[in-house]
């Protein structure tokens, strides 16, 4: 059975307004207003110029945003307060959809709201709203007729702001917009100026072009059903420069040439084990820009604009090929890391590689090359070059690793990395003359022979001697750069080891350690 029992009355609460504003920060606020200046000049066709002026007053603590977009109609004043209401169809290719960004960010800015518009050259009509109106039930607004403002001027002027304001703050939403923006204000129609300073645009698509790994441009339609449609046009690739720091890396997403996401690292965009991996420096030049341009319902982005909704059906289609992209470039940079400059850095010009895309939701690859092979540590070579002698000689792996040691500390940024791979390269030769003479020679050394002979390194030589023969010269050398060693670590004054003599001495170990051992570097 099913019967009428009575209405409810479901008209929101304007505690609704206070309630969502938590998520809203001056740059998010800031930037719901700017939106409606473009979504207006986007409704009009793009047509003339466009001005949007913001101005901070840290003093007075006002808030002001103009723009000459073309002004509210009276008839559409209604959308300025109403929860849902937009002037924009879901059609139009705007970037307000929703009807609550703008009611939602000059309530989280400012206790006193001041909402004056000109529609083109018609009356000036203006509508002002405090706390005290947020906290009647009454949703009836006054809207009165002021002194005309100039044709086609819309202005938001806010006071009793909730947000502190000064240098700082307003340095880094002039940083926030020029991101946010930059496809706009990059066009010479379109200009957004912050305390009389104009954004300049910020881009990420610096790239490198190593041979045959040079950035992609993907780029296709995606059919969503009922002769809608999505253009993606995407840039993929590795940066001219690495940026783990400031972690300017990763996946951004440009919807309706609004950057909605910067720098994603998520498991979403394929930052998990099997793919490109967790976020780390040495993936920090992977970088991949998608720009999708629709109608703004079919836009992957939340009601704030301020990152991508990953369950909506077009991130989801496009989520296969998306995470291949990332996970080979991604790859590209970890295994040409410690080489980036001779890579990657080098290649600073080339020219993009085209890759149309048929079919996003099939297509699950990325469309480059295989691999290049990764150059191999020097420390797993000579590992596996020795790993023969090391079998039968177990004694020898302490001596070729004192070499691989000493090849680390060569490459370390250390001021003294000279002098203590030189320490570890002689208390490798010295151990390796101990460990022949006991495992080697053929002759039994007792405990006291061995500490009375290993007190002076002149004796080892001599006993070595018997079983080996070296070059004079070679002998020479070997004790001159133990005595560097000595003098290190036992004078007063530190002695200096050049690369030329640390390039020497190497040489010298290895070939010792070839003749006693048989040993390969």
């Known amino acids: ?91 139009h290719e705007t970037i307000g959809i929703f009807g609550v960004g703008t009611k939602r960010a000059v309530v989280a800015l ?124 995407a840039l993929a690739g590795l940066s001219n420069e690495s940026s783990p720091a400031s972690g300017e890396y990763g996946v951004y997403f440009y919807c309706n040439d609004r950057l909605i996401a910067r720098a994603l690292k998520t498991f979403e965009v394929g930052f998990m084990k099997g793919y490109a991996g967790l976020p780390h420096p040495k993936i920090s030049l992977m970088k991949v820009i998608v720009s999708l341009n629709g109608d703004a319902q079919s836009m992957p982005w939340n009601s704030s604009k301020s990152d991508i909704s990953t369950k909506h059906e077009v991130f989801q289609a496009l989520r296969g090929w998306l995470t291949e992209v990332v996970k080979d470039y991604a790859a590209l940079s970890r295994r040409w890391m410690g080489d980036w400059g001779e890579k990657v850095f080098r290649y600073q010009s080339g020219v993009i590689v085209d890759v149309p895309i048929d079919n996003f939701p099939e297509v699950k690859k990325s469309y480059l090359p295989p691999m290049p092979k990764s150059r191999p540590r020097y420390g797993d070579v000579v590992t596996e070059t020795n790993s023969k002698v090391v079998k039968k000689k177990p004694w020898t792996r302490g001596l070729y690793e004192g070499i691989i040691a000493a090849d680390v500390i060569e490459k370390q940024r250390l001021e003294q990395k000279n002098r203590i791979a030189l320490i570890v390269l002689d208390s490798t030769l010295e151990i390796s003359f101990k460990e022949y003479l006991v495992n080697d020679s053929g002759t039994y050394y007792s405990d006291e022979e061995l500490l009375k002979i290993f007190k002076s390194r002149y004796k080892v030589h001599s006993e070595i001697k018997k079983y080996i023969s070296f070059d004079e010269d070679l002998w020479k050398k070997i004790a001159h750069y133990s005595d560097m060693r000595n003098n290190l670590i036992h004078r007063r004054a530190t002695a200096t080891v050049s690369d030329a003599d640390l390039k020497d001495f190497r040489k010298i170990v290895e070939l010792v350690l070839r003749k006693l051992y048989n040993l390969k570097f």
């Open 110 to 233: 400012a206790q006193d709201i001041r909402i004056s518009t000109r529609h083109l050259k018609a009356k000036t009509y203006e509508v002002d709203f405090d706390d005290a109106w947020l906290k009647d039930e009454d949703w009836e607004l006054q809207v009165y007729e002021v002194d005309d403002i100039e044709p086609g001027t819309t202005m938001v002027s806010l006071q009793k702001l909730r947000v502190p304001l000064d240098a700082t703050v307003i340095s880094q939403l002039r940083d926030h917009l020029g991101a946010t923006y930059a496809k706009f204000v990059a066009e010479p129609s379109v200009q957004i100026v912050l305390n009389g300073e104009p954004i300049m645009p910020e881009f990420f698509d610096e790239w490198s072009y190593p041979p045959n790994f040079e950035p992609r441009h993907y780029h296709g339609e995606l059919p969503l059903g009922n002769g809608r449609a999505i253009r993606v046009d």
């Open 1 to 91: 059975m099913k019967k009428p029992a009575g209405t409810l009355d479901a008209v929101p609460s304007k505690r609704l307004f206070l309630s969502i504003i938590a998520d809203y920060d001056l740059n998010r606020s800031i930037s719901e207003l700017v939106d409606n200046g473009l979504d207006v000049w986007v409704r009009g066709g793009r047509k003339g110029a466009i001005k949007i002026e913001i101005t901070l007053d840290a003093d007075q603590k006002t808030i002001t945003v103009q723009d000459n977009a073309g002004g509210v109609p009276k008839s559409e004043l209604r959308y300025i307060v109403g929860p849902g209401q937009t002037g924009s169809a879901p059609d």
